[in-house]
């Protein structure tokens, strides 16, 4: 009995005889369900925290100018104490053994801590069994891995303190709000006219650096637009635009377009809008027609011909004049384009979801070289639209660096009325009515016969 390794021991007990024994007794069946107690809570661990109190601990730093300390070995071990503390409850007579680290002071000179003079122990409190499985063998308290049967378990949601500042309790429930759509919907809304308040800007700054329209009345045009560079002529019936070379060489699609449209298949850009043009070109007395029709049958856009010439200066200042055909070539014969030019006038479209009202041309079907039915000024001939296809390209050698300032100026041709010059008109007859004076320029209508 004297090699038992628990606290309560025979010779630690007081008295002699059958009381005892008797006392012994009760202290062995006291440790016996403690020890099983124990037992119970270690294998319900799953030995998840042994590892932590087998590993080797590093030892303290030692401070400088103090001599080593020589560690005290331990009469009991760690899970002993707290069952000599729980034996010391069961069993108020027995008088409990002092460990070593109570009998050596902490100075360390050998004198006995402070404490009561008697042998008799204290009371101390039973520690439950559930509160020892979140306390390790050694060192501080660690959280308990299995939550005492006296602490509920609640189910809370996350706390507001650790959500964003643009986060709510709702936005995490449903992420698709209509307030949060909508909310977001005005944010891209304000970014988007943010954006687009700077590229007006840069819009100004490069109009500027265009300089002034190459034609002579330069003072007495028209400005149809405060920021845009397009005006009307109306002396010489022409509309005035002032762009820039974007591409010299690859097949085309276009011969000018909008800024931000289709710079990649055209070789001038301008900085206006399309509606603009078309709108110039009726104030001067220009007809539009109708676009190209390909189903069922195709048919060519129709409208006023419209002569596009432009001008340009060189790197030594040296102007130039040439017509838009000769910066495209046919991309088979390589021979400039002959073809004209005719005001389809595209077409409008309607929204159904907003209502609002579009010129299809402001998508950037401008000048064209290929069919398109948006186009505003197309070819009156068949021209595919499709890459494959596509029957132009640009001049190389006839076009200026691309950067350089170009003046359009685009100006209606009135079709001839009745037969060609080659017919001759038939004398009248003595009972036909007397020709009415015809308009200059045009040849006299042929009687019906």
């Not at 988007?192 to 330069?218: F, T």
């Not at 010299?248 to 909008?258: I, V």
């Not at 907003?354 to 950037?364: E, I, K, L, N, R």
Request: hydrophobic share 35%; net charge negative.
């Amino acid at each position: 009995m004297a090699s038992f390794p628990l606290a309560c021991r025979k010779d630690d007990l007081m008295g002699s005889g059958r009381k005892t024994q008797e006392v012994f007794r009760e202290g062995l069946g006291g440790r016996m369900v403690l020890a099983a107690m124990f037992l119970l809570g270690l294998a319900a661990l799953g030995c998840q925290q042994a590892p932590e109190a087998q590993r080797s601990q590093p030892p303290p730093a030692k401070a400088s100018g103090q001599p080593a300390q020589k560690p005290t070995p331990s009469t009991e071990s760690d899970l002993e104490k707290p069952l000599a503390r729980t034996e010391e409850k069961a069993l108020p007579g027995a008088k409990a053994k002092p460990s070593a680290s109570a009998e050596a002071s902490p100075s360390g000179s050998g004198e006995a801590a402070p404490g009561p003079a008697s042998g008799k122990t204290e009371p101390q409190a039973v520690v439950p069994p559930e509160d020892l499985l979140g306390k390790t063998p050694s060192g501080p308290e660690k959280p308990k891995i299995f939550p005492s049967s006296r602490e509920p378990i609640h189910s809370t949601p996350p706390d507001s303190k650790t959500m964003t500042s643009n986060q709510t309790p709702e936005e995490e429930e449903n992420p698709f709000d209509p307030k949060e759509i909508e909310r977001r919907r005005k944010m891209i809304e304000e970014e988007m006219e943010r954006l687009e308040a700077e590229w007006r800007e840069k819009q100004k700054k490069r109009i500027a650096e265009l300089g002034p329209p190459l034609v002579e009345n330069a003072d007495k045009l028209i400005r149809l637009h405060p920021v845009f560079p397009v005006w009307a002529d109306r002396d010489n019936k022409r509309i005035i635009l002032v762009g820039e070379v974007c591409k010299r060489e690859g097949l085309l699609e276009m011969f000018a377009c909008l800024r931000r449209t289709k710079e990649h298949e055209s070789i001038v850009v301008v900085d206006t809008t399309a509606q603009i043009v078309h709108a110039g070109l009726l104030a001067i007395g220009a007809e539009a027609g109708r676009p190209v029709q390909f189903q069922p049958t195709y048919r060519p856009a129709t409208g006023d011909e419209i002569e596009v010439t432009v001008v340009w200066k060189d790197k030594e200042g040296r102007q130039h004049t040439a017509r838009a055909q000769d910066w495209v070539r046919h991309a088979g014969t390589k021979k400039p384009m002959e073809h004209p030019w005719v005001f389809a006038g595209s077409m409008f479209s309607r929204s159904e979801e907003t209502g609002q009202v579009s010129y299809m041309a402001d998508g950037g079907d401008f000048i064209c070289v290929s069919n398109f039915p948006t186009a505003m000024l197309d070819l009156p001939v068949a021209s595919s639209n499709l890459n494959a296809e596509l029957e132009f390209e640009a001049f190389t050698e006839r076009i200026p660096p691309e950067g350089t300032p170009v003046t359009l100026i685009l100006t209606p041709k009135k079709k001839t009325v009745g037969p060609g010059p080659s017919a001759k008109p038939s004398e009248p007859s003595p009972k036909a009515p007397e020709p009415k004076a015809q308009p200059h320029g045009s040849s006299p209508e042929k009687p019906a016969s």
